[in-house]
């Protein structure tokens, strides 16, 4: 599957992002031959974190999630770490753009803790997804049917929305993005 002309926007915080759920996607869509950016909350290098507390590699942002617009991109990707999760769960920007991508028909992914902005961007509600186990009573309460897979892509709600568990299920959440921009 080739993804030559898409364009693919990534979200993140600075600090607390888990290391594989950030590179490891980019890198498959990258692969696809996709174009991704990452928009971060501030222009300094994302430090990441290896199981919510190791050090990780730091990743430069290409842009500000502040600054970013859902034209010009296919679809959006939103990280877990639950730091970064936790924090981005609150970013209006983050909030608003995700909201967006919902909007205009356009996949949304998320993975582990990133359901957290689904629910606080209101997109969790009936619709079948999953998360990292810690987040189903959250996304049961924005009135989502949690399952424990390790990937749901969920079409009934007018977008593609895509998640899973845990770094453990990134093969298949990958596989899922690429996927579902293949066939958009």
């Known amino acids: 599957m080739s993804l030559d002309g898409k364009n693919v926007l990534v979200l993140t915080t600075n600090y607390g992002t888990e290391q594989d759920e950030l590179q490891k996607p980019v890198a498959a869509l990258r692969d696809a031959g996709a174009r991704v950016v990452v928009a971060a909350q501030q222009s300094e ?3 990441t974190l290896v199981s919510d507390k190791d050090p990780g590699e730091k990743v430069t942002p290409d842009q500000l999630i502040a600054d970013s617009d859902e034209a010009g991109f296919d679809a959006v990707v939103v990280p877990g770490g639950t ?7 609150t970013d209006d920007s ?3 753009l995700v909201s967006a991508f919902a909007t205009s ?9 990133g359901p957290w902005l689904l629910v606080d961007a209101g997109l969790a509600g009936e619709r079948e997804l999953t998360s990292y186990p810690s987040l189903r009573p959250d996304l049961e309460n924005a009135g ?3 399952v424990d897979r390790e990937v749901v892509v969920d079409t009934s709600g007018g977008f593609p929305l895509i998640t899973s568990r845990n770094p453990g299920d990134l093969p298949a959440f990958s596989k899922a993005i690429v996927t579902a921009l293949s066939t958009a």
Not at 83 to 89: G, K
Not at 105 to 113: E, F, L
């Open 45 to 47: 290098p994302v430090q």
């Open 83 to 89: 730091l970064n999760a936790d924090t981005l769960r």
């Open 94 to 96: 983050a909030r608003r």
């Open 105 to 113: 028909g356009k996949p949304v992914a998320a993975i582990c803790h």
């Open 144 to 146: 989502g049917s949690w």
